[in-house]
Nanobody
């Protein structure tokens, strides 16, 4: 079991930046693959970015490529989402998620169904 707490959301003007953090409880953070999702009002939850357990390639949605960067610090039990050049369409509640399962799943990393634990979310609002 892991508990996830997001922080760093807020109100920012278009073109600005924010860095979201997701702090995980427990001592086995490095055993979880991590992802960020977002959900705008009236829309389905959508994949933003993901990072494997220990380093390696990261993944991001086409809509955020070149603007958002996911990273993790296993020593601090934290995953980050650096968001640059924000646009009004990035407005949403952002959630971090942890995947504990080890078996290969071709739905990784974009399907919410492959993640086992979720944070409560943090609001990001981008004004035009």
């Amino acid at each position: 079991q892991v508990q996830l707490v997001e922080s760093g959301g807020g109100l920012v003007q278009a073109g600005g930046s924010l860095r979201l953090s997701c702090a995980a409880s427990g001592r086995t953070f490095s055993s979880y693959a991590m992802g960020w999702f977002r959900q705008a009002t009236g829309k389905e939850r959508e994949f933003v970015a993901a990072i494997p357990r220990i380093g390696g390639s990261t993944y991001s949605a086409d809509s955020v490529k070149g603007r958002f960067t996911i990273s993790r610090d296993n020593a601090k039990n934290t995953v980050y989402l650096q968001m640059n050049n924000l646009k009004p369409e990035d407005t949403a509640v952002y959630y971090c998620a942890a995947r504990s399962r080890l078996l290969y799943d071709n739905r990784w990393p974009a399907s919410p169904d492959v993640y086992d634990f979720w944070g409560q979310g943090t609001q990001v609002t981008v004004s035009s």
